[in-house]
């Protein structure tokens, strides 16, 4: 496992109208996934390979961000009432706001950001933190596997399974094994959807404001204000990317204890059944879910996974269109309901209205995040574990 970073950065510097959403976000960073992972048998017996296809390569994540220069791009007015228009972000914002030579009391302007060598160098730097993320997401998934491998050898397969389930376990590491590991085409899937999930910890940066300006600096000449963004720290990866926050699947204390309770479960009724979750089922959130709690209160809470919404049951983010949002999802549960669409052996898709209707037929939608994806009848789709959910009564 590589815990030093040389990583092609593959970085385009970019104007404002390549930027979606500036002067909101100065650079935009996106994780590039393989198309597959696969543990298989190795050429000798008794041992495992893990790859991926096409082969893992950091400099394919895309990574864009602003460039030098001065950037006109809104208008704002002052009035006796106070600033409309562009300028009312930065003033609510909380973080500090210096005028120079002084807040004008009235007047329409335009904006104008200026970008210095020393500010597209810390977008830059910025961008390269989720970057790094991204690499610190395949260690703890790809590459923690794939560096225990050597030490697993066995008589047999299942000898070196067992050998890898064992040492991930003393590890403490076992949100990387599948829910039934002796199945080796189990392993692939998983490891992926580790990978994506840890990847998308690293939007916590924008989220906690992170990535934003810790001070904005105005200054009027004539009819235009022009600002500048002062950036404020650096943070390591290891503040964001946390494997703790994933739920393991896999929940035995050891690979015997795993065996015995599949032994167990052959002669019972599956998890599902017990919960009376079936197709059709109308539930709510369980008290285990506890109003869905944060994810900075993980293990207990909802994982970032679990805070999906999906346009359609499909639980590969990258195919079809979907948002995290907490409020909503929790919003409806607690208060409104949905309805179950398909169970698995651990999870359960619930199908969800995000709206609320009006008597005269009119709508609205639960959060403006939702309202974004564009929901087919307002309904989206979230995956929950079992035991967050019970049967509305
Ligand atoms: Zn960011």
Redesign the pocket.
Known sequence: MSTEYHLPHNYTTARPEQLPAFPK?L?V?DHWTPSAITLAAGKKPGTLTLTSAPPYDSSQHQSFGIGVGTFQFDMATRTSKGWGGGMVRYLQSGRPCVWKPEEPKEGSFHLALEISAEDAAAVRA??R??IEDFQLAWDRSFGLVSGLLPTCSADSTQGAIKALVTRLIAMEAAYVIPADPDEPGNWGPHILKVYKALCAHS?K??DKGH?SPIRYEFTVHEKTITLRFAFGPRHPSTEFVIPGEISPVFTAASHEEYVQAKQAAASRPPAAADARLDVGTVVVWSDAARDGRLFEDYPLGLSIAEQTIHAVPDPDPDSQRWVVDMPAINGRLHFEEGTVVAVNDTHTWVRIDFRDHEDDGSFTWATPKVAQLGLPDGHGYVCLRHHLLKPKT
Request: without cysteine; aromatic residues 10%; proline residues 0%.
């Open positions: 976000a650079g960073s910025s961008e933190e989720h939007y940066r924008d990535h």
